[in-house]
């Protein structure tokens, strides 16, 4: 049987060529794929992008456990820092940082050396949580689901969508930009994704983790 490709409703891809048309992560963040924090099972995150912030839920179908932006829930990495004057000498800056682990209390100090006189003074910090950490999901913070190491880097994905966009990049041998910011996804993966010598070796990984989204789609 002959198939018949319908070719109007987009512009003809070149043969071999892959074009950034600058989108962002985010495209894909509306439907991600985690583990449940708690008991470790698989699930979604889904969110609504409405300008100009998400709203994002998580329920896990085998613990229950919720977890709402709107109430502020968070279960990832949190980084805790601040400054201060040295209590002795007086040099500015004293600063100290620490990074917080999920279900540990959050540290109000933290001690600090001072780089003038060595001696260590009390610093008060605040947290931040770490949104943009390799493998988490960008809402909760909790690990993602379709991960991958590979001998080069971690490989992460969001969703089935995700893994076919970094796949379509991956198997083309040239490369373009059309007017694209920093801010595209493209632009933004790590170096070891972009070289030519590592594009047999991600396609693998890109295809196990395809078949366990598909696996988990249906589950
Ligand atoms: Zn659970
Ligand atoms: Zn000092």
């Not at 917080?100 to 910090?125: D, H, I, N």
């Not at 059309?178 to 396609?203: D, E, I, Q, T, Y």
């Amino acid at each position: 049987m002959a198939v018949r490709r319908n070719r109007s409703l987009r512009p003809a891809p070149v043969a071999g060529r892959h074009l950034d048309d600058g989108h962002r992560l985010s495209r894909y963040a509306d439907r991600v794929a985690v583990r449940c924090h708690r008991c470790d099972a698989p699930g979604w995150v889904l969110a609504d992008w409405r300008p100009y912030q998400w709203t994002a839920r998580f329920r896990c179908g085998n613990c229950s456990v919720v977890m709402d932006s709107t109430a502020g829930d968070w279960a990832g990495p949190v980084h805790y820092s601040g400054r201060r004057p040295c209590g002795y000498c007086g040099h500015q800056w004293v600063c100290a940082c620490v990074s917080g682990k999920p279900g540990q209390p959050a540290p109000t100090v933290v001690p600090g050396l001072c780089p003038q006189c060595g001696r260590s003074s009390e610093v008060s910090v605040s947290g931040q949580r770490v949104r943009d950490g390799e493998a988490n999901d960008p809402h909760f913070g909790l690990a993602l689901l379709l991960v991958e190491p590979t001998r080069a880097g971690v490989l992460w994905a969001y969703n089935a969508d995700h893994l076919q966009a970094l796949q379509d990049y991956v198997v083309s041998p040239l490369r373009e930009r059309a007017g694209v910011s920093n801010g595209s996804m493209f632009s933004r993966l790590p170096g070891w994704m972009k070289l030519g010598r590592n594009r047999a070796m991600m396609r693998k990984a890109i295809e196990r983790l395809l078949v366990k989204a598909r696996h988990d789609q249906r589950s």
